[in-house]
């Protein structure tokens, strides 16, 4: 039992210290995201299409793990580990909004750049790639309110609820009220899982049109000029690295949830929540590099912010 109990504690402490180190990481891409779009609207007085998605992503990230954070600590220096107060049910109905409002918004942006790079001569999409950049602010208060649609129920839900008993089954035996909060809580559950994937599917849509987009296009560059990568090539290939590194995190991220939301006794009480808290938490992180990398704008300015800082390090 000794044993168990280290292995527990050991396991923990590896996953907090990784998912700390992940979403520090985190809130710095994002928070940079966020810093240079702004500092380029301050100057400007203007900002495109899909800078401004990707502003708007930076935003909810960074308060998806900005609650992370308060979350977790606030949940670690509460003596009453199990019991969900109203400070933890608000953080956790806030993390809940903040993450889907980042998986609609990533796939806003998966739709956009499908949009503006592909190269279909369909009447329908000559049409919307004419009117994606007019529609980003419709798009961007649509993935509010689909958010809010799926994460302000959960506030009526009851989140003291414990599908399993101190044997470490499923409860069996119990009282009508606790059968009825049971059904609610996986109720919501189930609905959450359900509105998350939704996103998940007009992304990967978007991925396919691109990837059928780039193979045509590459076919036809090859034909005649097989020596040649024209700049929308390039920006197919860029698009499309972004796409799949998302794809991939995201994929890993929406099983992460929905193991997390399953009952304790059906999973491993050791490694599912440890594993589980590390693959969540790489998600916004990790996607958040990718985008920086990838962006010229915004790769050139970290790489400027970095020699300075190499600069003054000399210097010191």
């Not at 100057?43 to 990707?54: F, G």
């Not at 798009?139 to 839900?157: M, N, R």
């Not at 989140?159 to 499923?170: M, Q, R």
């Not at 920006?235 to 997390?260: C, D, M, N, P, R």
Request: glycine share 4%.
């Amino acid at each position: 039992m000794t044993v168990r109990r280290n292995m527990f504690s050991s396991v923990s402490i590896i996953a907090i210290t990784i998912v700390l180190i992940e979403i520090s990481v985190g809130l710095l891409g994002n928070g940079f995201i966020v810093a240079i779009n702004w500092t380029d609207w301050i100057k400007s007085r203007k900002l495109s299409s899909c800078n401004t998605i990707l502003t708007s992503l930076g935003i909810s990230r960074l308060l998806l793990q900005g609650t992370a954070i308060v979350f977790r600590s606030y949940s670690f220096f509460t003596l009453d580990t199990h019991k969900l107060d109203n400070v933890r049910i608000t953080l956790r109905v806030i993390r809940m909004f903040a993450n889907m409002t980042s998986a609609w918004l990533a796939s806003c942006l998966s739709v956009f750049y499908c949009a503006k790079i592909a190269t279909f001569t369909h009447p329908l999409f000559l049409r919307a790639k004419q009117r994606i950049s007019g529609m980003v602010p419709q798009l961007l208060l649509g993935s509010l309110l689909l958010a809010l649609f799926t994460s302000i129920p959960t506030v009526w839900a009851n989140h003291d609820v414990y599908l399993c008993n101190s044997k470490g089954s499923l409860l069996g035996n119990t009282t009508s009220a606790k059968v009825n909060s049971n059904v609610i809580y996986l109720y919501f559950s189930f609905l959450y899982t359900v509105m998350a994937f939704f996103p998940f599917l007009i992304f990967l849509a978007s991925s396919m049109l691109l990837m059928v987009s780039l193979w045509r296009h590459s076919r036809c560059m090859q034909d005649y000029a097989p020596d040649l990568q024209d700049s929308r090539t390039r920006a197919h290939v860029s698009a499309i690295k972004s796409l799949i590194s998302f794809l991939i995190l995201y994929t890993f991220s929406f099983v992460g949830e929905t193991l997390q939301t399953m009952p304790t006794c059906l999973t491993d009480n050791t490694w599912t929540p440890a594993v589980t808290s590390v693959v969540v938490a790489a998600y916004p992180s990790g996607h958040s590099i990718v985008l920086i990398l990838l962006n010229p704008r915004l790769k050139t300015a970290l790489v400027q912010i970095l020699r300075h800082i190499k600069c003054q390090l000399r210097l010191s």
